[in-house]
């Protein structure tokens, strides 16, 4: 069983290197790219999981936004002009 479980922290550690390698540097958000890395090599599982969590760009929809300030009819102007 912890054969399994190294292999499996080896194959996550190579596609997290891979992952963090192949982004654009200004899509990498908090550290620079190097430093990602470094951290990838050197804390192993905690910085795989650091760099899914703060160091991955986000996917194009993905805000956390939410949804924006709903106007009411009366005080819509695109709205009033079509009346």
Known sequence: MLKYLIVFIIIVDIYTLVDCAITP?????????????????????????????????????????????IIPPDDNPDFLRKL
């Open 25 to 69: 540097q200004e899509k990498v958000r908090r550290f620079p790219k190097w430093a990602w890395l470094l951290i990838i090599v050197f804390t192993s599982i905690f910085g795989d999981i650091a760099w899914f969590i703060a160091g991955r760009p986000r996917k194009p929809g993905q805000n956390r936004g939410g949804k924006g300030r």
